[in-house]
Structures are given as C-alpha cells and as structure tokens.
C-alpha cells in the first residue's frame, strides 16, 4: 500500500509530456470553438406551428431561430401562462459562464507550458466540478421558469417541470430540449482532461521492479 501511494505522489510530482501538452493545447482549441456555437436548443412545435419555434442558447447568448423571431413569439405565448421571458436578463449565468470558460483555458494554457501532474490532476477536478455546476443552474433555472408563474396571467395552469433533456408533450406544443454541438465540444474538451490525467498516472507510475530497488 505504502509503495501505491508513493507512486502516486511520483506521478503527481512527474512533469507532462510532451503529447500531453500537444493534447492539451489541442483541447484549448476544442473549448475556443464552443463560444461560436450554441450549447442547448429548446424546440416547440404545435398545430398552429407547424415549422416550429426554437431557441438556441450559447454561453453568452440566447439566439431564436426564424432570424430571431421565434424568441418574441415564445416570450409572447409564455406571456399568457405568466412565465418570464426567454432573455438574458433572466438568464444570469450567461454573465459568467465565458468568463469561466476563459479561466478554464487559461488554466490549461497554464499547465501546457508549466504543469506536472498534481496540476493537471487540479484542473481536471475543477472542469469537472464547474461544469456539473453550470448544468446544475440551467436545470434551476428552467425550474424557475416553470414555477415561477405569474398569477394574474390570462391563462392558468399548474407549475410544472420543463424537459430538461428530450422530447415532451405540454398541452398541445411538442416541446423539446437538447445538447449542441457547443455543448458536446464542452464535453470533448473534458472527456479529454480526463483521459490526459488517467495517461499521465499510469505512464508515470514506477513499475514494480524500480519500487523494489
């Protein structure tokens, strides 16, 4: 046990590779290219909308489709239910979340240049928290939205959870919600923390016979 934990301290101690910084300033990249697309979409498509209406939602923008038509059109049928608007007003964590990203990348830059493992093994718990933590808020703040209901609204109904992920029927909209490709770039960029972290360890571990001598 003591020689585990001994090899442990010598991967964290143990500076990075040079693929692993080549990774690392590849994944620095992938998160870059997130900022130009959207992470989430929410889709609503009815009888009297039968194109539909969505909402693409970027880390620091909400954006309708129909050349940003379709954002009046849903605050407007919201209005009737009493729900608040889709706008960045009441969607706070668009104030943040690029600054974190940034942080994130900055970070990485950091441990390309600099790091050894203990610091790559920090900035891999730290992606990982931030973005449970951000996906997190967008379920809150969707929580929010459909509890939060204006009681003098023309039209009452109960509060409700909306989807979070995937496809669900509210009175006669078809409304859906799902990952885009600025999410799953997100997701790539931390999938690939990891595995760097996971290659860093094991290469670095002493093998059996260097802990005996």
Not at 8 to 31: D, K, Q, W
Not at 36 to 65: C, E, N, T
Request: charged share 15%; proline share 5%; aromatic share 12%.
């Amino acid at each position: 046990m003591a020689a585990r934990i001994l090899g442990f301290e010598h991967s964290l101690e143990a500076p990075v590779s040079v693929a692993t910084r080549v990774g690392l300033l590849a994944l620095i990249v992938v998160m870059a290219l997130s900022y130009f697309a959207p992470l989430w979409r929410i889709g609503m498509v009815a009888p009297q909308y039968p194109a539909g209406l969505h909402v693409d939602i970027y880390s620091y923008k909400v954006v309708g489709g129909n050349e940003g038509h379709d954002v009046d059109e849903i605050n407007e049928l919201n209005h009737y239910i009493g729900m608040e608007k889709i706008e960045k007003a009441n969607l706070a964590d668009l104030d943040w979340m690029p600054f974190a990203l940034g942080l994130l990348m900055l970070l990485t830059l950091r441990v390309a240049f600099i790091g050894h493992g203990r610091s790559l093994v920090d900035l891999t718990v730290l992606t990982c928290y931030m973005m449970a933590f951000a996906f997190g808020r967008y379920v809150y703040r969707l929580y929010i939205f459909g509890h939060n209901l204006d009681p003098k609204a023309a039209v009452h109904i109960e509060p409700f959870m909306p989807v979070v992920l995937g496809t669900r029927q509210v009175a006669n909209f078809t409304v859906s919600s799902y990952p885009q490709p600025g999410a799953m770039l997100i997701a790539v960029f931390v999938a690939g923390l990891v595995l760097l972290m996971l290659w860093h360890i094991w290469s670095n571990f002493p093998s059996k016979s260097s802990q005996m001598n």
